[in-house]
């Protein structure tokens, strides 16, 4: 499985944050809306003014070909050449007066960025006014540049002239020019702008004579809506990251205060079930400050329990001893007194069976007795090399002469030459190197060899004991050096197993500043145990 | 003269086994379940030798009480522990109230005897007027064996029998090394390794409180204890 931290699932959850400039683009989109549609509603009421203007007016559209402007020439050869030249060629002549009197009208009517033409019944383009080019546009903000490659901005720089369909194809003229009101929006020729147009029929009494298109482009309010999401955009950019930062603070510090509290529990139980008290927030006012006092409690339950079995072994002896005692006196005295040789037998049955009971006492003892001794033993410093090389000289006698299930073992050592000095107790090494070694004997196979070596770095000193054999089982791993955990099976004759020799080892590897563990040898083919114990406690 | 031993014990049986073992053995007993008549007897008469159980009835230090109140009436009388506790802390407190010897109440009977014996020898030969010596020296420790005393430098070292039966067995032959297994046979004790190295330790430290330089026991690790040659 996957890790899946806090702080990632808070991040996840803070990109539902993003729905609101998703809706501020929303809203910009329906305001931008809200404002064409004013505006083509205010070019059509342009329109309507301007044509009222010009109503009943017959001799003001009549069609003058006088001024030479390219626009309307221009226009005019489009106009022909869609209607297939029906338009004839009317009387050039035109009142000055009419001219002006139409001019003067649309100029009482210009307005800023908008343009007013009047077209005539054939299509004539009779007045031109405005222009659809606002004055001054306001120059480029930073944000707006940034915003460009985003959204295109609106541009003054667009071919503002009259498409080639612009009057002709444009349907908000013709229906003008049939008596309705209409509006249109097109594209610029080369597409750079928008431009809304609005076209109302000028009347003369019930025929219509002409029409007043209005056109203004749409770049002002592209312009707004522009500056509107660039508001928008860097407000939420802000939000966003304060939202953000704030959520992955608190992530972080909640994520913080449950992996102290984790690894603090992790080593609050040490292997001997000795308890620290958590202190990470254990006084914190919160569900994590609940965990803590929750992890308390059941550490303490623990320990409670673990010292009220370490207490049993010494317990159970000391209580045993009186009993032992009243048999072995008793017996003492049956042998002593005058029987029958009948019950003789008998009589050292008992007694065998008491010897064992008396060694298994005595090895319950030795570990209560060893716990008390570790607490006031002093320490020296004594030479570890020595005591290595003694101790297994004695084995070699006290192995070599074994008989029986034992075949004779060899034992390899491998001591340095030079001192190893150690802080600590030289009879409590040797013992822990000598129920190391009586455990290494016992599961080694036979014919094979076990090897002690001491070695030490700067750091510390370490003691390994090999032997060949079966592998350890991964299940008992930890909790071989706890009391009374055994794995033998059951052998018959021998001593006694009670599982407490790798625990009084472990303890002398604790009073010498160290720890005792045991592995598998790579390639299987056997055991060791590791004491590392270190060089200055 | 019969010799009479005093047993102050709460349990019947083992009070009871240990009396019909001394008896047998020729000695008279008189056998006590408490402390209270236990002192009133001494009082009126003491005993030659007083074997006191630690734990009595309700009191578990009620025997090192009876002792302190023996050893007031009397600072010869040899007074021999006997108790469950095995811990040194018990071992080392019932010594300090000038007791002779302490054993643990799985030793056997046999082994209680041949202490009995040596204890009362030990009695003999201090009541002696013309006291006939039997002495070990070696080096600047000085073993009386009549006595079951120790020196060392001139100065007297308090041992228990046992720990006396230790650093003879050690001293007689120095340079030797002896196992703990034949160190237990010669303190006629049973008991296990750990047991004989806190004897051992016990010595050592009585020695060093006399001469801080004392070092005339040696540790052959792995083997066992020899004296310095």
């Known amino acids: 499985m996957t890790r899946f931290p806090l702080r990632a699932k808070l991040a996840l959850v803070a990109l539902a944050l993003l729905v609101l400039p998703w809706a501020g683009w929303r809203y910009v989109r329906e305001m931008e809306r809200f404002l ?44 022909q050449r869609l209607t297939g030249g029906v338009i004839g060629h009317e009387d050039p002549t035109r009142d000055a007066e009419a001219d002006a009197e139409i001019t003067a009208i649309l100029k009482g009517l210009e307005r800023a960025s908008s343009r007013i033409w009047v077209v005539s019944r054939d299509y004539h383009v009779l007045a031109l006014a405005g222009s659809l080019k606002r004055p001054d546009p306001a120059p480029d903000s930073i944000a707006e540049r940034a915003l460009g490659w985003l959204l295109a901005p609106p541009t003054e720089d667009f071919d503002d002239a009259i498409a080639e369909d612009a009057i002709a194809a444009g349907r908000e003229v013709s229906a003008a020019l049939q008596g309705a009101a209409s509006a249109r929006t097109r594209n610029t020729r080369d597409g750079r702008a928008v431009v809304a147009s609005a076209a ?89 400050g609940d965990l803590s006092l929750s992890f308390t409690t059941v550490l303490g339950r623990l320990a409670r329990y673990n010292t009220y079995l370490e207490a049993l072994a010494s317990r159970l002896s000391h209580e045993l001893r009186t009993p032992l005692a009243v048999v072995r006196s008793s017996l003492d005295n049956l042998h002593a007194a005058r029987t029958p040789d009948e019950t003789r037998t008998y009589v050292s049955r008992a007694e065998e069976g008491l010897a064992r009971l008396s060694s298994i006492l005595s090895r319950m003892t030795e570990a209560s007795r060893l716990e008390q001794g570790l607490s006031t033993a002093a320490r020296e410093r004594f030479d570890a090399a020595a005591v290595v090389r003694g101790c297994v000289e004695g084995y070699r006698l006290a192995y070599g002469k074994a008989q029986g299930a034992l075949a004779p073992r060899g034992f390899e050592v491998s001591v340095p030459a030079a001192p190893v000095p150690v802080l600590g107790a030289a009879d409590l090494l040797a013992q822990m190197l000598d129920k190391l070694v009586e455990n290494a004997v016992d599961f080694a196979a036979s014919g094979s060899k076990v090897r002690v070596l ?84 | ?51 006191i159980d630690i734990g009595l009835g309700d009191d578990s230090e009620g025997g090192f009480a009876l002792c302190r109140e023996l050893r007031s ?50 009695v003999d030969a201090l009541a002696e007027s013309k006291p006939v010596e039997e002495r070990i020296v070696r080096g600047d420790m000085e073993l009386d064996l009549k006595r079951f005393s120790a020196q060392w430098k001139g100065r007297r070292i308090e041992l228990t029998l046992t720990e006396f039966w230790i650093v003879h067995s050690l001293a007689r032959h120095p340079g030797h090394v002896k196992s703990r297994d034949q160190l237990m046979r010669d303190a006629e004790l049973v008991v296990d390794d750990a047991t004989v190295t806190s004897h051992v330790k016990r010595v050592r430290a009585k020695f060093v409180v006399a001469d801080p330089a004392f070092d005339a026991i040696e540790t052959a690790y792995g083997l066992g204890y020899r004296w310095k040659a």
Request: charge should be negative; avoid cysteine.
């Open chain 2, 73 to 122: 009436l009397s600072p010869q009388v040899p007074i021999v522990f006997l108790s469950a506790h095995v811990s040194d802390f018990a071992v080392v407190s019932g010594l300090r109230l000038g007791a002779d010897d302490y054993l643990t109440k799985g030793v056997s009977l046999p082994h209680l005897l041949a202490r009995i014996a040596a204890l009362f020898r030990r």
């Open chain 1, 200 to 288: 109302h029929p000028i009347w003369v009494g019930d025929q219509v004579h002409g029409a007043v298109v209005v056109e203004e482009t749409t770049n002002r309010i592209a312009s707004l809506r522009s500056q509107a999401l660039e508001r928008l955009l860097v407000a939420t950019l802000v939000v966003f990251a304060l939202v953000a930062a704030m959520l992955l603070w608190f992530a972080t510090r909640i994520s913080n205060r449950i992996r102290r509290l984790s690894d603090e529990a992790e080593t609050a139980i040490d292997a001997r079930g000795r308890v620290t008290r958590l202190t990470t927030a254990s006084d914190a006012a919160d569900e994590i």
């Open chain 1, 36 to 79: 064409l549609a004013a505006q083509a509603e205010t070019l059509a009421a342009t329109a309507r003014a301007v044509a009222t203007a010009l109503h009943e007016r017959p001799n003001l559209l009549a069609y003058r070909a006088r001024s030479e402007s390219g626009l309307r020439i221009e226009a005019e050869r489009e106009l």
């Open chain 2, 1 to 51: 003269m019969l010799r009479r031993i005093a047993i102050v014990e709460d349990d019947a049986a083992i009070r009871a086994n240990y009396a019909d073992a001394l008896q047998r053995y020729g000695y008279e007993v008189s056998a006590y379940g408490e402390r209270r008549n236990a002192m009133e007897a001494f009082r009126s008469r003491l005993p030659d030798l007083a074997i």
């Open chain 1, 454 to 537: 001491l070695a030490s770095n700067e750091h510390e000193v370490v003691l390994r004991v090999e032997n060949e054999g079966s592998a350890l089982p991964d299940s008992i791993r930890d909790s071989l050096f706890d009391s009374m955990v055994s794995v033998r099976s059951e052998q018959s004759g021998g001593v006694p197993h009670l599982g407490l020799g790798l625990y009084i080892a472990r303890l002398i590897a604790e009073f010498h500043g160290g720890a005792l563990h045991a592995e598998n040898l790579p390639g299987g083919g056997g055991v060791v145990f590791e004491a590392r114990l270190s060089r200055t406690v």
